[in-house]
């Protein structure tokens, strides 16, 4: 496979297209990053806390020992105890949410952006050329400006969620 970069007029437009690409991904790929590291805290301050808390955390959670479905899983358990039922309720789709973006962050992982000439002049700014590969086949996948705006805001609003549970709900576990 040989990789040709567009040059002369085409190549401000490449650097752009690569820009928002690198962009993209890269938010969604650290604040994919952010929420996990939240998970972990929440995760490790409920079995424990205080310096025992940390201990769990670096040992167990904030590892390549537990992926992030088995955060979730356990996420899951917990949220769905009576002591956290108000908790579900107002955030009945916590759990999916994180699921999409670990879904999505897998995904951008391993989509291709398309930057031949054609694709690089056919660039509005907007809709991010990538391709997928599925069983052996190769198709389009771009990326519109919608999405993109929806993924940044739910990634954006379940760190938030997670945020509020871990500071303001899971200290309440006991009361």
């Known amino acids: 496979m040989t990789l040709k970069t567009p040059t002369g007029e085409l190549h401000g437009k490449y650097l752009k297209l690569k820009h928002d690409s690198i962009f ?3 938010f969604i790929i650290d604040e994919s990053i952010v929420m996990e590291l939240v998970i ?7 079995f424990c806390e205080g310096e025992k808390a940390t201990e ?7 590892t390549d020992y537990v992926a992030l ?14 002591k956290f039922k108000d908790f579900f309720k107002n955030n009945s ?3 999916q949410d994180i699921a999409k973006i670990r879904k999505l962050r897998n995904k951008l992982a391993h989509l291709k952006l398309q930057t031949t000439d054609k694709d690089v002049e056919e660039y509005d ?3 991010l050329p990538y391709t997928s590969s599925e069983n052996g086949k ?3 996948y771009p990326i519109k400006e919608e999405k993109k705006r929806a993924d940044i805001s739910l990634i954006e609003n379940t760190i938030k969620t997670l945020i509020y549970f871990r500071k303001e709900v899971l200290p309440l576990r006991n009361t």
């Open 56 to 62: 769990i955390n670096n040992i167990v959670f904030n």
């Open 24 to 26: 993209y991904r890269g």
């Open 40 to 46: 972990d805290d929440i995760l490790s301050n409920y």
């Open 138 to 140: 190769v198709k389009p």
């Open 125 to 127: 700014g907007e809709t």
């Open 69 to 82: 479905g088995g955060k979730e899983n356990m996420l899951q358990s917990i949220l769905m105890q009576e």
């Open 93 to 95: 789709t916590i759990i």
